[in-house]
């Protein structure tokens, strides 16, 4: 990854700067017009940045490269799925575009959807080779057309990186030991309330999620484990409603009684958190309707 510094704009040229890379090496010119005609969506556009801390944090809110993300000790079926997952969807993408081009060049349309089963009942009659440790593993290629789908969003999600895929299913249950009920619960719904129909980010909803916490619930939380069948959700309004006093709230016997502190989690697994829940729609929102209920 080519990390330069901007060090002085051209004087004969507004279009261009001279930039130098962080690490040692020789001064470059880059246009702004290359630049900025990258698509701010795609994964090769370019992050810009005030300071290196806050460009670490652009790269880890695109590219998922928290602490520890890249790890050695994965656990050979992680690597394997990982292996499995980018393989499959690289052939089925590269099918699918031989025949669009090979209909194309006919002028006869095609749809889509029957290129990609096509292209999956090919694949069905291929092996997979893979070295791990020095033995070699083959493992026989299938994905139906919903396999295939969450296959692709997991990929687009890591940019195709297999080290990230292969780490992500280690993060995929997030039962870690100091992550408690309450802890799920206060995450799933600022998910919930701030992220999944707006425009912020997973940085600026992590800030959020810390301030209400420590400036406005005196890092209390409801403890899903003292309310029974159900979470009232009076409680949970009256913990975010800013009209209501906290302290009126822990004044109330039976509402402390159900309160609990709690610890706002790392920006790395919160990160990851929020990577999985979206790479896996379905089993996203089966997740967080099972800890907030359906109701929420």
């Not at 009659?125 to 593993?137: F, N």
């Not at 790392?266 to 996203?284: K, L, N």
């Amino acid at each position: 990854m080519y990390i330069p510094q901007v060090k002085a704009l051209d004087p004969e040229n507004a279009l261009v700067i001279h930039v130098e890379p962080i690490a040692e090496g020789p001064q470059r010119m880059l246009s702004l017009l290359d630049l900025l005609a990258t698509p701010s969506t795609s994964p090769t556009a370019p992050l810009f940045a005030p300071t290196l801390e806050v460009l670490h944090e652009q790269i880890e809110e695109r590219f998922g490269l928290g602490p520890g993300a890249i790890t050695q000790d994965l656990p050979d079926n992680f690597v394997i799925k990982a292996r499995v997952i980018t393989t499959i969807v690289e052939k089925v993408n590269t099918l699918v575009a031989e025949d669009e081009r090979r209909a194309n060049l006919r002028g006869e349309a095609i749809a889509h959807k029957q290129a990609l089963r096509r292209a999956l009942s090919i694949i069905k009659t291929t092996t997979l080779r893979i070295e791990l440790h020095g033995a070699i593993k083959e493992i026989p290629l299938h994905a139906g057309l919903s396999s295939y789908y969450k296959y692709h969003t997991i990929y687009e999600t890591y940019y195709g990186d297999e080290a990230q895929i292969a780490a992500s299913f280690r993060r995929s249950t997030f039962r870690l030991p100091h992550i408690t009920s309450a802890q799920f619960h206060f995450i799933d719904m600022c998910l919930l309330l701030y992220y999944g129909n707006t425009r912020i980010t997973k940085t600026r909803v992590y800030k959020l999620a810390r301030d209400i916490l420590e400036k406005r619930t005196q890092g209390y939380w409801i403890d899903p484990t003292r309310c029974g069948e159900t979470v009232p959700e009076n409680i949970v309004t009256e913990l975010l409603d800013l009209k209501i006093p906290m302290q009126a709230l822990l004044e109330n016997p039976e509402k402390k009684e159900l309160l609990t502190k709690i610890e706002m989690p790392s920006t790395g697994w919160f990160s990851g958190y929020t990577r999985y829940i979206e790479a896996q729609p379905d089993m996203g929102q089966h997740i967080i309707t099972q800890r907030l209920g359906k109701d929420i």
